[in-house]
């Protein structure tokens, strides 16, 4: 059996020609067992938003190309979806793209004894993120982020 992360490189090689014919971006993908069944997760965005017409797109020409490329050895169910509101935060341009929003930013070890931040976005460059938190700004390095995403409940 391939191992999920050269899955996922190759999907993603795959996906790009289809989400660029159509202006969408791709936000993330999901290699995933789930119980005794394996989950191909393709998260896709836009400008404005996705729709479920763009979602049913993406899925049967992906589906489509993977059948022929036999990329995964295995029996899988593939989703095609929209990140949703806490959307997650991978890239450097994502922060810049949400800069003012509300981000929730878990990072590895701790930073000032915590390693869970809630702020606004507020400002970003080369290698490091700043967020205002209600107690002021908190700078976080782009290498400390293990996990970031929008977080509507600020």
């Known amino acids: ?3 999920s992360t050269v ?3 190759r999907i993603k090689g ?3 020609p289809i989400l660029e014919d159509e202006r969408l971006e791709l936000v993330d993908i999901e290699f995933v067992a789930a119980g005794k069944r394996w989950v191909l997760r393709v998260f896709i965005d836009r400008e ?15 589906s489509r190309v993977l059948d022929v490329e036999d990329v995964v050895d295995h029996a899988y169910t593939l989703e095609v979806s929209s990140p949703g509101l806490t ?15 509300a981000c ?7 930073i000032d004894g915590r390693s869970d931040f809630r702020g606004e976005i507020d400002r970003v460059d080369a290698d490091k993120v700043e967020i205002r938190e209600k107690i ?5 390095p782009i290498c400390a982020i293990k996990k970031a995403h ?3 409940e600020l």
Do not use: N, Q
Not at 48 to 62: H, K, P
Not at 136 to 140: D, Q
């Open 150 to 152: 929008l977080d509507f």
């Open 87 to 101: 959307r997650p935060l991978k890239r450097m341009e994502d922060f810049v793209r949400y800069r003012g929003k």
């Open 7 to 9: 899955i996922i490189e």
């Open 48 to 62: 404005g938003g996705v729709t479920i017409d763009d979602c049913a797109y993406v899925s049967r020409e992906l």
């Open 14 to 16: 795959i996906v790009a």
């Open 136 to 140: 002021g700004i908190v700078t976080i």
């Open 104 to 110: 929730r930013i878990v990072v590895r070890g701790e």
């Open 1 to 3: 059996m391939k191992s």
